[in-house]
């Protein structure tokens, strides 16, 4: 589409020279005076036809009384002023040097056009432009000028360890001999990595911010091109701008969208991409040293980048920039806030702790969600209330209050959300019980909300079982008060999480004995990947799902026993999630012992100012959810 939008542009701007050349060519005689011969001059004068003459040098132009106008050329022995004056013609004489220059000037007026546009398209097919013909093999690095909008890192928070890794690169910038006197070099190349949203880029426009030297930024696909060679072009172009602007920084976002493995594949693999990687490993450490030139890069796969990229000497620092802790989290909710008036009750370390595995960027989300909320009721500051229906609508979706529920339908989920509280509250390992609703939100016509008292790193197997048996008590709950011809589709959901959780037991963590310690995971799942060749027995495949059915089976037993055992309890939950919708978990202790939820001294329904971690939605649809690093799948939270 490209190069028939450049052939369209050459021909409309030739037929454009053509006719500006025709109208002072050709178009400009049409306008010319007619020619005659001296002796029908002579003639015209003496019948007294010829109103006005004017002589310049040769020619003779004159009008005639029929309003035309006509010229001849004068011999070098002609009489013709005395034969116009006798006549009584009115003359008028110009300069014929300023005539004959003006004439020079138009005549070469459409040939200096010509000349001036071939002039310039020709700079341009030589590069003269980055958007000429020839100009898709030039860098489309920017140079990062921040006037307006400068980040720095006092804007970067949470992620203190890979901050402390830059700040030395710039203070390498700013102050080398420091390092360089003990024989220290510079960094070539940092590398980021780490899940979407967590503030890469954002460090590297810190880096912008505070190195006070030339910033160039381009994205890893820009080098990419279906023409073979172009991108490798572009790398040396690249190269070579930040050369001159030495010392400099390069970054490179997403790049492994130029960088992966080389040869992967059928075929080898792509090779306009493969020759960009081999410019770009040239020139990041070949034969020409390029001091002063650091390259920073982002990426979120750093499984599917070139080794040969990730060695020393080209990237020397790898710097992983993780999810914050709770720390982390209320410095970065602390940032986000700055330019948002906070209500006297708002305690970010509250909402840093309700929100695990949030990014900065979900919180950055949170807080802009809160201060939205705050301004459609018209307050004047943001409050704790705001954040935390915030908070509710990114994990779990908006309020439908419009959707309308039949009365069985809505005590069917009251019950069926009541068995998960019950039984989160009853085994001591499942995480406390922070909020129950059955008002629909996203997907889900009703949720157990659960709060870690603690950022979770790893799981044990008792926890494993308490978190199945809490996740299955829904479907149990269904079948004891409905029987199990009455059970519904809700628990779709709740059974899609025990079984990722139960498969990531038996198949990644070694938590069955029939199994073993025995990485299944990948084989069992149809990956090719470092079990290549690895194949499972039928018998094998048997026992595991033996063992995954025996997990779940166990876990949906233990919530029968205890949601029998304290059926009281459960009913009159159920009971007080029908009257009010929603309790929080103070509200939950209070109707499971019979009391009202809210006590004397409580001005609205809102939980207490305490430590309320982390938020994990069971909802009763089917909610698909990624394993995460650890291979566990969790919970649908937002």
């Known amino acids: 589409m490209g190069n028939l939008r450049n052939i369209a542009f050459w021909v409309v701007l030739f037929l454009l020279i053509l006719a500006?050349?025709?109208?002072?060519?050709?178009?400009?005689?049409?306008?010319?005076?007619?020619?005659?011969s001296y002796s029908d001059f002579v003639e015209s004068v003496e019948s007294n036809t010829v109103s006005s003459a004017t002589l310049d040098g040769e020619q003779i132009r004159f009008r005639g009384n029929d309003g035309n106008d006509y010229v001849t050329i004068k011999p070098a022995d002609a009489a013709a002023t005395e034969l116009l004056m006798n006549n009584g013609v009115t003359i008028r004489a110009e300069s014929q040097e300023q005539s004959g220059f003006q004439t020079f000037i138009l005549s070469l007026l459409p040939f200096l056009l010509l000349i001036g546009v071939w002039i310039y398209f020709m700079?341009?097919?030589?590069?003269?432009?980055?958007?000429?013909?020839?100009?898709?093999?030039?860098?489309?690095?920017?140079?990062?000028?921040?006037?307006?909008?400068?980040?720095?890192?006092?804007?970067?928070?949470?992620?203190?360890?890979?901050?402390?890794?830059?700040?030395?690169?710039?203070?390498?910038?700013?102050?080398?001999?420091?390092?360089?006197?003990?024989?220290?070099?510079?960094?070539k190349g940092a590398l980021l990595v780490?899940?979407?949203?967590?503030?890469?880029?954002?460090?590297?426009?810190?880096?912008a911010g505070e190195a006070g030297v030339p910033f160039f930024t381009i994205s890893g696909s820009d080098f990419v091109e279906m023409f073979v060679g172009v991108g490798a072009s572009r790398v040396r172009d690249m190269f070579e701008q930040a050369k001159k602007n030495a010392p400099c920084i390069v970054f490179i976002d997403e790049i492994d969208a130029v960088g992966r493995n080389r040869g992967a594949g059928h075929g080898g693999g792509n090779d306009e991409r493969e020759q960009t990687l081999n410019q770009l490993l040239v020139e990041m450490d070949g034969f020409e040293t390029n001091e002063g030139v650091i390259i920073l890069a982002a990426t979120n796969r750093r499984d599917v980048l070139d080794p040969a990229l990730l060695r020393p000497g080209r990237f020397d620092r790898q710097v992983t920039v993780p999810n914050p802790d709770i720390k982390g989290r209320e410095k970065i909710l602390a940032v986000h806030a700055r330019k948002t008036p906070l209500g006297p009750d708002v305690d970010l370390r509250i909402i840093a702790r309700g929100s695990p595995g949030f990014s900065g960027a979900d919180l950055a989300n949170l807080v802009n969600e809160a201060a939205l909320m705050a301004a459609r009721v018209g307050r004047r500051f943001v409050t704790m209330e705001d954040f935390e229906n915030a908070k509710d609508k990114v994990m779990m979706g908006a309020e439908r209050r419009s959707m309308v529920l039949t009365p069985e339908q809505k005590e069917k989920t009251a019950y069926h959300e009541a068995g998960h509280a019950i039984v989160g509250m009853s085994l001591p390992q499942c995480d406390p019980v922070y909020k129950a609703t059955i008002i629909p939100r996203g997907g889900a016509l009703g949720m157990v909300v659960s709060l870690p008292e603690i950022d979770r790193l790893n799981w044990h197997k008792s926890e494993c079982e308490e978190k199945l048996a809490m996740t299955m008590a829904g479907k149990a709950a269904e079948i004891i008060k409905y029987g199990e011809g009455n059970v519904s589709n809700g628990p779709a959901g709740d059974i899609q999480q025990a079984s990722a959780l139960a498969r990531a037991m038996v198949l990644r963590w070694g938590m069955s004995d029939k199994i073993g310690n025995i990485d299944y995971s990948e084989a069992h799942e149809g990956y090719s990947g470092n079990t290549a060749g690895l194949s499972v027995s039928a018998n094998t495949k048997e026992l595991i799902e033996e063992e995954v059915k025996r997990f779940i089976g166990e876990a949906y037993d233990r919530a029968f026993k205890i949601l029998t055992d304290k059926k009281d309890e459960w009913d009159r939950l159920a009971q007080g999630l029908l009257e009010y919708e929603t309790l929080t978990g103070d509200e939950i202790k209070r109707v499971i012992r019979g009391e009202p939820p809210h006590s004397s001294d409580d001005d609205s329904g809102t939980p207490e100012a305490e430590d309320k971690p982390s938020v994990t939605?069971?909802?009763?649809?089917?909610?698909?959810?990624?394993?995460?690093?650890s291979g566990l799948e969790p919970e649908p939270t937002a």
């Open 20 to 36: 500006l050349f025709n109208l002072f060519s050709g178009g400009g005689n049409t306008l010319q005076s007619r020619e005659i």
């Open 123 to 187: 700079n341009r097919m030589q590069g003269g432009g980055k958007g000429g013909a020839m100009g898709f093999g030039k860098s489309r690095a920017k140079l990062l000028t921040e006037k307006h909008g400068r980040v720095t890192f006092d804007d970067v928070a949470g992620i203190d360890e890979a901050k402390e890794e830059l700040e030395e690169i710039v203070e390498f910038l700013r102050n080398p001999q420091k390092f360089s006197r003990l024989g220290g070099k510079i960094p």
């Open 194 to 207: 780490g899940p979407p949203g967590t503030g890469k880029t954002l460090l590297a426009r810190a880096i």
């Open 617 to 629: 939605a069971i909802p009763k649809t089917k909610a698909k959810a990624k394993p995460d690093d």
